[in-house]
């Protein structure tokens, strides 16, 4: 899709703009509007369930300018709302927006001493592309998504804590361990985007799944033929109303005769758990499926 739209920008003249169908949403109107600029090109799609929006160079050099940040919510440090598609797969298209992962290439320079890099998390979150970011140091790190949603591990207190219109550094993101032999036999569904992220910052595949509206051939074109077996962490707040409880023991059940799943009733959302308990709780739940 990012092909398709880099070569219809090929065609445009400098400085033109057009609408087009976007692809990513799969929407009937041209709700996709994309304008060439001297060396790269830009596009957004304005449907509000979609809103996939990117920044496309023509030429290797041309990155955005650190004038081009929206100053007023990450006070100028950071380019926002552009993806790079040396760095983007696009994995999973649902009615909540574009989901990625992150490949291990090249840094992509951006502003300053800032790059994108790859990151070690594998998680899918609902609600945009995100990057890793680093300095050259490697003493700052960060986690950035298309609405400009951050995510902090604070240390010594070991709570994540939510950033959402404002990003700024210092960040500090603990390196995961994938020696782990069942790391990817499992996936764990969790409710929000934030508790996927502690959940993956474990070492363990987390999809955030149950707060967004991916339906259950999304799912299955996730999971099924890249795990053995699902494990869902209900929060409270989830399996303690009898409605959205129904709902995902109902997707649960659904996905079973696909794939092995397994329910877990939590005491309070992964993202407030304590991070050892957290632990123990997602090593004991992926030994439940044999390695392959």
């Known amino acids: 899709m990012i092909h398709d739209i880099k070569l219809t920008l090929v065609g445009m003249e400098e400085g033109t703009s057009i609408r087009e169908q976007c692809p990513f949403c799969g929407g009937k109107e041209r709700t996709l509007s994309i304008t060439r600029n001297f060396d790269s090109g830009v596009f957004n799609c304005y449907r509000a369930s979609c809103g996939a929006k990117g920044f496309i160079p023509l030429n290797p050099l041309a990155l955005p300018k650190v004038a081009a940040a929206k100053k007023s919510k990450i006070k100028g440090k950071l380019v926002a709302d552009f993806n790079f598609e040396e760095l983007i797969r696009p994995s999973l298209h649902g009615t909540y927006g574009l989901s990625g992962e992150i490949l ?70 603990p390196t995961i361990d994938r020696s782990k032999p069942y790391v990817d036999n499992v996936v764990y569904f969790v409710e929000d985007p934030l508790s996927a992220l502690k959940v993956a910052q474990l070492g363990y595949q987390s999809v955030a799944l149950l707060g967004t509206h991916f339906k ?71 030994l439940f499926y044999p390695a392959r």
């Open 104 to 173: 291990a290439l090249n840094p992509c320079l951006l502003a300053r001493n800032i790059e994108f890099v790859h990151g070690e998390y594998r998680t899918f979150i609902g609600d945009g592309l995100w990057l890793y970011m680093r300095d050259f140091n490697y003493t700052t790190w960060g986690i950035y998504t298309k609405k400009l949603v951050g995510y902090n591990w604070q240390s010594p207190n070991k709570t994540w804590t939510s950033i959402i219109q404002e990003v700024d550094f210092p960040y500090y993101v």
């Open 216 to 286: 259950r051939d999304h799912v299955l074109e996730l999971v099924k033929q890249k795990f053995k077996g699902i494990v869902w962490m209900l929060d409270p707040d989830t399996w303690q109303n009898p409605a959205a409880k129904s709902k995902a023991e109902s997707l649960a059940s659904q996905v079973g005769p696909i794939l092995q799943h397994k329910i877990v009733y939590m005491n309070q959302d992964p993202k407030d758990t304590d991070i050892q308990e957290l632990e123990d709780i997602c090593h004991r739940n992926s």
